[in-house]
């Protein structure tokens, strides 16, 4: 009991915004919300028509990606795994920019993570740690595999496969990211403090983040900086490692994909009710299978049935008869997590 409430204390207390400095300074808040999943940055159609995933299938189920397997030549590289790839995206469409600063020791492997806020349109932009307000329980560390070597936020983003109940059956293992500012999106054009004029404060700060690369190859960096500015947005493709969730254990049947930014709330925003969106999508073994066969020789047939932008639910709220065919869930054996 004593440790509960510990936790939750500290959790109550990186939420807690440090006063401004001044009684007239207003802070601009961010506000996080979770594009459509499987739809690329910036997709502004219909949800349930996004193509920015498909269905792999593996000879390596440790591999953070892996080549996808294809059905011509099955017998000679047995599959392992069958992944569902999906590209992923974030934006910003609140007042103020969400502006992460890190920070750490040299001899320590992790930085940990502070907050930053404007101070008013046009105003004021922390610039370094020492200036930001807010601490977070977040951190960064350093990814050395050959498609990242940069610095990483950790916990920014949370992927699962859920039943129709909201039941979690799959959870991803990604929980690093490296944030800026990739596209711009529908909010954009109305958003009185979007990078819109040139040498401003926000015109700036989005020029750094749309270079970001989060100390590209440099594991000794002691400071970086991360964000999104305002009417901007983070996408990750479903090409990119753990960007997928592994359903190779999954019953046919109707499930949500359901993505979540900021799920803890360690981040301050304005709005959390838009954090989640999910989509409804079916999973039919071959042959009218109710599971997959002992041996793998050709992936499930997956349909998209609706997209929920800004839902955590989605199948049972679409009319679409959404059942598991079989009770018994298999969770994919637990492994250290790693990510983008």
Not at 123 to 128: L, T
Not at 208 to 223: E, I, M, Q
Request: with cysteine; charged share 20%.
């Amino acid at each position: 009991m004593r440790s509960w409430v510990a936790g939750a204390v500290a959790l109550l207390a990186a939420v807690v915004i440090i006063p401004p400095a001044s009684a007239g300074e207003q802070l601009l808040m961010p506000d996080l919300r979770q594009a459509p999943p499987g739809c690329h940055g910036g997709y502004t159609g219909d949800p349930a028509e996004c193509e920015d995933w498909d269905v792999c299938m593996v000879a390596d189920a440790d591999a953070p990606n892996g080549d996808c397997i294809g059905a011509g030549i099955v017998l000679r590289k047995p599959v392992k795994a069958v992944r569902l790839r999906f590209t992923t995206a974030e934006e910003n469409v609140g007042q103020g920019p969400l502006l992460l600063f890190g920070r750490r020791a040299v001899n320590s492997p992790t930085m940990e993570v502070r907050q930053g806020f404007q101070a008013g349109r046009h105003g004021q932009i922390p610039v370094s740690y020492t200036e930001a307000r807010q601490q977070t329980n977040n951190s960064m560390y350093y990814e050395p595999a050959p498609m990242h070597r940069h610095w990483h936020l950790m916990g920014f983003e949370q992927m699962q496969l859920r039943t129709p109940d909201g039941r979690t059956v799959v959870r991803d293992r990604k929980n690093g990211f490296c944030l800026g500012d990739r596209y711009a999106n529908d909010a954009n054009e109305t958003l009185p403090n979007a990078p819109r004029v040139a040498d401003t404060p926000e015109y700036r700060l989005s020029e750094y983040l749309r270079d970001n690369r989060c100390a590209f190859d440099t594991p000794g960096a002691t400071d970086v900086k991360v964000g999104i500015s305002v009417g901007q947005g983070d996408d990750y493709r479903y090409d990119v490692d753990f960007q997928w969730l592994d359903i190779t254990s999954m019953p046919s049947g109707t499930y949500d994909l359901v993505n979540t930014v900021n799920s803890t709330r360690t981040l301050l925003e304005s709005d959390y009710t838009n954090n989640s969106s999910s989509m409804a999508l079916s999973i039919q073994w071959p042959q009218g299978a109710k599971q997959a066969p002992q041996k793998i020789v050709a992936p499930p047939t997956v349909k998209l049935l609706a997209g929920c932008p800004g839902q955590e639910r989605c199948a049972a709220t679409q009319h679409l008869r959404p059942r598991v065919s079989s009770d018994r869930i298999v969770h994919p054996k637990g492994e250290p997590r790693r990510h983008h």
